[in-house]
């Protein structure tokens, strides 16, 4: 999966797939999980009592700061797919989330949320636009 | 039993499907079952759907189920009484769930709340197990109660002490 240079337009991109996913959700989408994500979020569950409602609280706040990869800019693909880097749970927990959006339907697939297993960089954290 | 049914990413009706699934956890097997869907796979790293294989997906729902239900195979192998075991216990010795909680000096609906969505916290389901296995227990909890007239402690008491002969 790529990782999109800092760049007001990818910028853009990131927050247009951020502002779909949250569109999604308020109109009453359910997060749909793979099975790797859903044997991810036991071990969340078990080791930090992470819940469903943390991982689609972390989905909703996601912003172009936590962007970590994804978006193929040539936008063939069934699924939009952008991994983003957030803390969850009362613990705060850092995890590496991945969910992708379908192009041709309303389905957000969760397809990772797990501990990750390197330092994740976010290439758009503290970019000020404008300023 | 009816079976419950779910959408498709297409739009095609689907059955609910349950499975006996384990997980090794701090040494331990637990052991539920889950509840689960199928559709068309997708590739994670190209966001490509595969027609001609199916995966396991779960609903938002279906997690929280299943989240539920490995937390209480994980609270039972650490000692907490089993839903099973509790409603087991109730219908040999005919308390209600309601009176049960109310002579273990929960709130009213605990012991329902258990049996219906499993035991939510470890310290509770211990406390349950224990009087479970140890009658002598729960028939100083029903001369100790406060909320049963002696006609019904008498009662209840008298079913369980007819065990312990």
Known sequence: ??????????????????????????????????????????????????????????????????????????????????????????????????????????QILLSFNHVPDYPMNQPFKNYQYGD | METNKLLTRENHLTDELHGITDKMYKGLKLEYTEVFYLDYDVDEETGLINRNKTSKHYTKSQVDRNIKALKNAYHIAKGAASPSEIINFRDKYQISASMLSIILGFSKNTISNIENEGVTSLPTGRLIKMCLDNKAIIYKYIQLCDDLDSRKKEEISRRLMEEIK
């Open chain 1, 1 to 106: 999966m790529v990782q999109l240079p800092d760049t007001p337009e990818n910028s853009a991109l990131v927050q247009e797939f951020l502002d779909e996913t949250r569109r999604r959700i308020s109109n009453g989408i359910d997060i749909t999980f793979t099975n790797k994500a859903n044997e991810e979020l036991k071990d969340l569950a078990l080791d930090f009592n992470v819940e469903v409602a943390d991982i689609e609280t972390a989905i909703e706040n996601r912003s172009t700061e936590n962007y970590f990869r994804g978006i193929d800019p040539s936008r063939k693909a069934d699924f939009e797919v952008c991994a983003f880097s957030a803390t969850v749970g009362k613990d705060n927990v850092r995890i590496y989330l991945k969910f992708g959006l379908e192009v041709q339907g309303l």
